[in-house]
């Protein structure tokens, strides 16, 4: 007679293992056996147990990196192998819940028990199964919508340096988005912005339609590293399903720094900035996760931390090559009172020509034209050197200039549908034509 597996699972002699060292933020683990990703418990004296991940093996230990505090681990302590990597809850019942960056619920509501629980590590859809981006999102900011119009299934970045608007605009689009769920991911952010981006950006008919997932700044690297993925884990599901996701993760670079923690702990090299090659390999994997799959769409939005407002920093510039587009903001626009501060030449949507008609194509580019001209000019009208006249494109563009500022700018609480955006973009360049 064959016995099932949970006989023999139960059956199997229980190994325990110990904790040889700690040294930084790793712990060695020696006379287990387990993979890389998967979860050992450590039992601390008198304390509940503490669950950490493997992130290398060696011929004799394990490193392992805690999820959780390492107060109270010391060397001697008993480890015991789960066998599993990190399952994390997924489906319907965690729309208008909020998470920890394992996927824990934080917001007081009731437990998730009896919610179905898959592994946090999938594979990208297959390249020649995913559908094409092709119909456009619309996430009523009227710079976006027109001048850098997304698709449904497109993966897009928001570059700036720190204090530029990035999470404002981030919340424009969580409120503004004609999504029919939002998966929004906070890794490394200040604690007390949580509650403000809760009830304030996104208030309670967004955060209805909405999963969110926490890892503040003193959150240990593995808990803000894993946000990331549990995030993207939970938008797959919906997608899955066929549904229309907008994923919005704020920030990319703050997740990277994460990996860059585990990866010099556990023994990597620092290669470019100090970032370990596993950095590298690792934005992919996390973005590629993204997009259009079979059936449904995960609509990726990134906020990406350039350092120094060094839009070539090795972050930016790795995450600029995999995305379908980025957005650019800039610090000279922020500190204008410009909002949001959208550097509209400098921001390309890879998609634009297959999610727009061609009069709407030809009225953005003839806007981008005009700007284009102005820029140009920018130094001779400041200086009083411009003769009216010499240049068609600038003259237009000056005479216009009152009534583009207006179209850029939009507050925050305010929302433009496409349809209103389109129109409005139409009209400004048809006057004094």
């Not at 991911?185 to 996104?202: P, S, T, Y």
């Not at 240990?220 to 996701?245: C, K, N, Q, S, Y």
């Amino acid at each position: 007679m064959r016995l099932p597996a949970a006989a023999l699972a139960a059956a199997r002699p229980r190994v325990t293992g110990e904790v040889t060292s700690i040294v930084g933020l790793t712990v060695s683990v020696a006379g287990v056996e387990a993979a890389v990703g998967d979860l050992v418990e450590i039992a601390r004296d008198g304390d509940a147990c503490v669950s950490a991940e493997v992130v290398a093996v060696g011929p004799r230990e394990l490193q392992c990196m805690p999820i959780g505090s390492t107060h109270g681990i010391r060397a001697g302590l008993p480890v015991l192998p789960t066998g599993a990597p990190l399952l994390v809850p997924v489906g319907e019942a965690l729309r208008g819940r909020v998470l920890d960056g394992l996927g824990r619920p934080i917001d007081g509501g009731p437990p998730l028990d009896g919610v179905p629980r898959v592994r946090v590590d999938a594979t990208a859809p297959n390249p020649l199964r995913r559908q094409r981006v092709d119909a456009p999102l619309s996430v009523g900011v009227r710079a976006l919508d027109t001048l850098v119009p997304l698709g449904r299934g497109q993966r897009i970045g928001i570059f700036a340096g720190s204090g530029v608007g990035k999470s404002s605009l981030l919340s424009m689009i969580a409120r503004g988005s004609e999504a029919s769920i939002n998966v929004v991911c906070l890794v490394g952010e200040r604690g007390r912005e949580v509650r403000e981006f809760l009830e304030n950006d996104l208030g309670p008919e967004g955060l209805a339609r909405s999963v969110v997932v926490v890892a503040t700044s003193d959150e240990p690297p593995m808990v803000r590293l894993r946000a990331a993925f549990v995030a993207t884990r939970i938008a797959e599901h919906f997608r899955d399903e066929g549904r229309d996701v907008v994923l919005m993760m704020d920030s990319l670079t703050r997740t990277a720094m994460a990996q860059r923690e585990v990866g010099l702990s556990a023994g990597e090299p620092p290669a470019t900035r100090g970032y370990p090659p596993s950095v590298f390999a690792l934005l992919p994997r996390l973005l590629e996760r993204a997009g259009p799959g079979e059936r449904g769409s995960i609509t990726g939005i990134y906020t990406v931390l350039v350092e120094g407002d060094d839009h070539n920093e090795p972050i930016g510039d790795t995450a600029r090559s995999i995305l379908d587009g980025h957005v650019t903001l800039t610090r000279a626009l922020a500190t204008a009172g410009h909002f949001p501060s959208i550097d509209v030449l400098e921001s390309v949507s890879r998609v634009a020509g297959a999610v727009t008609t061609p009069d709407q194509k030809a009225a953005a580019t003839e806007l981008r034209r005009l700007l284009a001209a102005h820029r140009d000019a920018k130094e001779l009208i400041e200086i009083g050197a411009y003769v009216p006249g010499s240049n068609p494109a600038v003259d237009r563009a000056r005479e216009l200039g009152p009534a583009v500022d207006g179209f850029l700018r939009q507050g925050l609480g305010e929302s433009t549908g496409a349809a209103e955006a389109w129109d409005a973009l139409h009209a400004l360049v048809a006057g004094g034509a």
